[in-house]
């Protein structure tokens, strides 16, 4: 298989491991080894103790699987499949569904592998847009209108990357529904679930409400893990869990076994691990507020609904690949420019998820001051 590259990847491959202010990493700051054990219940802590460094199960660790699955009322361990974080998730579920002749309809501007491993089976896809002027709200009538009777796969991001967009529950329901009805398979990248401010806005998993939904999930993002690499897929369809499981030996055949335990862990401990996620993102929120008022005349700022990345537009008339190079080289801190999402109108998406964000701030601040005086 050819495929484009990355965009964001690539970026981040220049920049992530050398600017040393990042202000547009997706991920909550990740846990120190030492402080994630800490948390480890009795159970866990002899598992990671006596751990044997061997292949593992290629399904994923049986009670990993068990409390991957607690994450979703109803759903039983066997309905959950384990991957090398989300993104071998996507490859191969995206697989395994389309090929030529296939048609895929996907939210824009999104995460770039939602719709590139698509196109690149020879599936046919309809990018959605997403629009500023709504809020970012997704549009059920235009998600309708993009259905055709090859239509396989409906992708969508909820939390959003990179708008922070969350829907109301009635169309999450509706859109849940629609996959129903049309028999098309629902692919809910739910992987900034559990980032949402007042709990009481977590969606339910599309795995909860209808047989067609496929929930994506993985440690990197709410629990701040990414370095594990575990990601799952939660899906009442047992066939089509065997095949991405088949597909699977072509891709890594298994998880890492001391990630597995990792994950254990900080899933067991979750009311833990997400309060201190969510501290993390109100704080920084509170700062984001206040910058953005400070500068209504640079910068037009959606605040997020949930997640922890939101996409405000550079209202200056400053192409924002040039404002993020010019930051990043005179202040050391990374925005990513809507570039990297083929997304017009000035956007960058900003990071709100690591600890180092006031000193960032901060620096854009000065910046933006020298600059649009
Ligand atoms: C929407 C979305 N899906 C999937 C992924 C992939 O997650 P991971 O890198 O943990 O595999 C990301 C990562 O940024 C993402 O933003």
Request: hydrophobic fraction near 45%.
């Amino acid at each position: 298989m050819r495929i484009p590259d990355f965009k964001l990847e690539r970026y981040f491959a220049r920049w992530e491991f050398s600017a040393p202010y990042l202000l547009c990493t997706s991920d909550i700051e990740g846990w120190r080894m030492a402080d994630l054990l800490a948390l480890a219940d009795p159970e866990a802590r002899a598992r990671w103790e006596s751990l044997t460094l061997g292949y593992t199960e290629s399904t994923g660790l049986p009670a990993l699987r068990e409390a991957i699955a607690g994450l979703y009322p109803g759903v039983a361990a066997e309905q959950v499949l384990t991957f090398a974080g989300a993104e071998e998730a996507v490859f191969v579920l995206v697989n395994v569904l389309l090929g030529a002749g296939d048609h895929a309809v996907v939210t824009w501007p999104g995460y770039q592998s939602l719709y590139e491993v698509a196109r690149a089976t020879g599936a046919e896809v309809t990018l959605l847009p997403l629009r500023e002027e709504d809020g970012w709200a997704l549009d059920m009538d235009a998600v309708r209108r993009a259905l055709r009777p090859n239509t396989r796969l409906m992708v969508v991001n909820f939390p959003h990357n990179p708008t922070g967009s969350l829907p109301e529950p009635a169309v999450f329901e509706e859109l849940c529904a629609l996959a129903e009805e049309r028999g098309v398979y629902l692919l809910s990248d739910e992987v900034y679930r559990l980032l949402e401010l007042a709990p009481a806005r977590t969606l339910p998993a599309a795995v909860e409400r209808t047989a067609r939904g496929v929930s994506l999930g993985v440690m990197s993002k709410a629990f701040g893990l990414a370095g594990l690499r575990v990601g799952w897929l939660a899906c009442r369809d047992a066939e089509l869990l065997r095949r991405c499981a088949a597909y699977k030996d072509y891709t890594t055949i298994c998880n890492s076994a001391p990630s597995e335990v990792l994950a254990l862990i900080a899933l067991r401990a979750r009311e833990q691990v997400l309060a201190r996620s969510r501290a993390i993102l109100e704080e920084n929120l509170k700062r984001l507020d206040a910058f953005f008022a400070r500068h209504a005349e640079t910068f037009r700022w959606v605040r997020p609904r949930a997640g922890s990345v939101a996409f405000p537009r550079l209202l200056r008339d400053m192409p924002v690949a040039t404002f993020c190079q010019e930051l990043v080289e005179r202040e050391g801190v990374l925005l990513l420019p809507g570039d990297v999402y083929e997304f017009p109108g000035n956007h960058f998406r900003m990071g709100l998820g690591r600890t180092q964000l006031p000193e960032a701030l901060a620096r854009l601040e000065r910046f933006c001051e020298a600059t649009f005086r």
